[in-house]
Protein backbone atom coordinates (compact mmCIF):
# COMPACT_ATOMS: atom_id res chain seq x y z
CA UNK A 1 0.00 0.00 0.00
CA UNK A 2 2.92 2.28 0.21
CA UNK A 3 1.48 5.34 -1.75
CA UNK A 4 -2.12 5.01 -0.35
CA UNK A 5 -0.49 5.27 3.30
CA UNK A 6 2.15 8.58 2.14
CA UNK A 7 -1.16 10.52 1.91
CA UNK A 8 -3.38 12.54 3.87
CA UNK A 9 -6.75 10.60 3.81
CA UNK A 10 -8.98 12.08 0.93
CA UNK A 11 -11.66 9.88 0.57
CA UNK A 12 -15.19 12.38 0.33
CA UNK A 13 -17.74 11.14 2.55
CA UNK A 14 -21.26 12.38 2.20
CA UNK A 15 -22.87 14.29 4.99
CA UNK A 16 -26.36 14.79 4.44
CA UNK A 17 -27.81 18.32 4.45
CA UNK A 18 -24.32 19.76 5.15
CA UNK A 19 -23.11 20.52 1.97
CA UNK A 20 -19.55 20.74 1.08
CA UNK A 21 -16.90 18.10 0.76
CA UNK A 22 -15.62 16.26 3.89
CA UNK A 23 -12.76 14.11 4.00
CA UNK A 24 -11.98 10.70 6.38
CA UNK A 25 -9.16 13.22 7.60
CA UNK A 26 -11.70 15.61 8.41
CA UNK A 27 -14.34 13.02 10.29
CA UNK A 28 -11.69 11.34 11.98
CA UNK A 29 -9.09 13.67 13.27
CA UNK A 30 -6.03 11.76 14.67
CA UNK A 31 -7.28 12.58 18.87
CA UNK A 32 -10.38 11.25 17.66
CA UNK A 33 -9.17 7.78 16.28
CA UNK A 34 -6.80 7.35 19.29
CA UNK A 35 -9.42 7.35 21.35
CA UNK A 36 -11.64 4.91 19.71
CA UNK A 37 -9.32 2.95 17.32
CA UNK A 38 -6.27 0.93 17.26
CA UNK A 39 -4.66 3.65 15.29
CA UNK A 40 -3.39 6.83 15.76
CA UNK A 41 -4.79 7.95 12.84
CA UNK A 42 -7.53 7.17 10.09
CA UNK A 43 -4.50 6.46 7.14
CA UNK A 44 -3.16 4.07 9.76
CA UNK A 45 -6.37 2.60 11.01
CA UNK A 46 -7.19 2.28 7.08
CA UNK A 47 -4.02 0.94 6.03
CA UNK A 48 -4.43 -1.62 8.62
CA UNK A 49 -7.08 -3.21 7.35
CA UNK A 50 -4.92 -4.75 4.28
CA UNK A 51 -7.13 -3.19 1.70
CA UNK A 52 -5.64 -0.82 -1.01
CA UNK A 53 -7.60 2.35 -0.67
CA UNK A 54 -6.24 5.47 -3.50
CA UNK A 55 -9.97 7.12 -3.53
CA UNK A 56 -13.39 6.92 -3.08
CA UNK A 57 -14.16 4.17 -5.55
CA UNK A 58 -11.44 1.83 -3.85
CA UNK A 59 -12.85 2.38 -0.45
CA UNK A 60 -16.24 1.64 -1.52
CA UNK A 61 -15.28 -1.59 -3.22
CA UNK A 62 -14.38 -3.25 -0.12
CA UNK A 63 -17.17 -5.93 0.99
CA UNK A 64 -19.01 -4.44 3.52
CA UNK A 65 -18.68 -7.84 6.08
CA UNK A 66 -14.76 -7.55 5.39
CA UNK A 67 -14.75 -4.19 6.39
CA UNK A 68 -17.14 -4.01 9.59
CA UNK A 69 -15.11 -7.33 10.36
CA UNK A 70 -11.87 -4.86 10.29
CA UNK A 71 -14.06 -2.10 12.44
CA UNK A 72 -15.24 -4.43 14.92
CA UNK A 73 -11.83 -6.02 15.39
CA UNK A 74 -9.62 -2.85 15.61
CA UNK A 75 -11.86 -0.21 17.16
CA UNK A 76 -14.53 0.37 19.93
CA UNK A 77 -17.59 -0.08 17.23
CA UNK A 78 -19.19 -2.76 16.22
CA UNK A 79 -19.13 -1.75 12.65
CA UNK A 80 -18.55 0.76 9.85
CA UNK A 81 -22.17 2.69 10.40
CA UNK A 82 -21.83 3.02 14.19
CA UNK A 83 -18.34 4.01 13.22
CA UNK A 84 -19.42 6.36 10.29
CA UNK A 85 -22.23 8.15 12.61
CA UNK A 86 -19.83 8.90 15.56
CA UNK A 87 -17.25 10.57 13.86
CA UNK A 88 -20.18 11.99 11.83
CA UNK A 89 -22.01 13.70 15.51
CA UNK A 90 -18.04 14.05 16.63
CA UNK A 91 -17.48 16.51 13.68
CA UNK A 92 -20.77 18.39 13.41
CA UNK A 93 -20.46 18.92 17.74
CA UNK A 94 -16.81 20.54 16.76
CA UNK A 95 -18.16 22.41 13.95
CA UNK A 96 -21.05 23.87 16.12
CA UNK A 97 -18.54 24.74 18.53
CA UNK A 98 -16.22 26.70 16.30
CA UNK A 99 -19.60 28.52 14.89
CA UNK A 100 -20.61 29.24 18.79
CA UNK A 101 -17.03 30.39 19.54
CA UNK A 102 -17.29 32.46 16.76
CA UNK A 103 -20.27 33.75 17.13
CA UNK A 104 -19.62 34.93 20.80
CA UNK A 105 -16.74 36.90 19.60
CA UNK A 106 -16.83 40.73 19.27
CA UNK A 107 -17.22 41.92 15.52
CA UNK A 108 -13.84 42.83 15.27
CA UNK A 109 -12.39 39.31 16.25
CA UNK A 110 -14.71 36.71 14.69
CA UNK A 111 -13.20 34.05 13.52
CA UNK A 112 -13.93 33.34 9.63
CA UNK A 113 -16.93 31.30 8.46
CA UNK A 114 -16.40 27.48 7.81
CA UNK A 115 -17.72 26.46 4.56
CA UNK A 116 -18.51 22.43 4.95
Do not use: K
Not at 35 to 51: K, M
Not at 54 to 70: G, K, V
Amino acid sequence: MGEAEDRPASLDVAIGGLGGEVTLADLFPPSWVDSHCDATSIDEFVAASGFEVTDQESFESIPDHEWNRHVEANSTFDDWESMLSAGVEHYVSERGEEADEAADAPDDEQSPTLSV
